[in-house]
């Protein structure tokens, strides 16, 4: 199991529009590209239910 240590938590706000949720999962999808997670389908569906 690789562990990631930051130093600082990323945040994203967003405004109830129709493009918060592609926005959202595409701040996802560029954290975990700067991790080096490739698999983020997951990740994005679960932050894509909130922000619809």
């Known amino acids: 199991m690789r562990t990631a240590l930051v130093s600082e938590v ?10 918060a949720p592609r926005l959202a999962r ?3 999808a560029d954290r975990f590209a ?5 698999d983020d389908y997951v990740g994005r569906l679960v932050v894509w ?4």
């Open 26 to 28: 595409r701040f996802l």
């Open 10 to 19: 990323p945040e994203l706000v967003l405004d109830p529009t129709e493009e």
């Open 49 to 52: 239910e909130p922000v619809r």
């Open 34 to 38: 700067e991790w080096g997670i490739t």
